[in-house]
Nanobody, 125 residues
């Protein structure tokens, strides 16, 4: 059982930056890839970014390309999401997720085996 714990959310003005962190309870050798998703009130959970833990291949939703960066530190069992140039429409609960094996899809929630509890990000205009 992999446990994921997010941190780093908060309130920020539009144009500002935040860094989200996701700590994993197990060695990253048991995880193939990790992602960040987000869910705003009344909306479905949507894909933000994905990274493979070995190799570091990344994938981003078009809405965050050029503004957000996903990274990992395998020695610390951590994954991060650097968020710059934040917009009010980025307001959501952000979740990290882990997949233990390769999947052909990495942008859908069903492709993930474990989820964190979420952290709130609020961007004021």
């Amino acid at each position: 059982q992999v446990q994921l714990v997010e941190s780093g959310g908060g309130l920020v003005q539009a144009g500002g930056s935040l860094i989200l962190s996701c700590a994993t309870s197990e060695r990253t050798s048991s995880i193939y890839g990790m992602a960040w998703f987000r869910q705003a009130p009344g909306k479905e959970r949507g894909f933000v970014a994905f990274i493979t833990l070995y190799g570091g291949s990344t994938n981003y939703d078009n809405s965050v390309k050029g503004r957000f960066t996903i990274s990992r530190d395998n020695a610390k069992n951590m994954v991060y999401l650097q968020m710059n140039s934040l917009k009010p429409e980025d307001t959501a609960v952000y979740y990290c997720a882990a997949q233990t094996n390769y999947r052909s899809v990495n942008s859908r929630p069903y492709a993930y085996d474990y989820w964190g509890q979420g952290t709130q990000v609020t961007v004021s205009s």
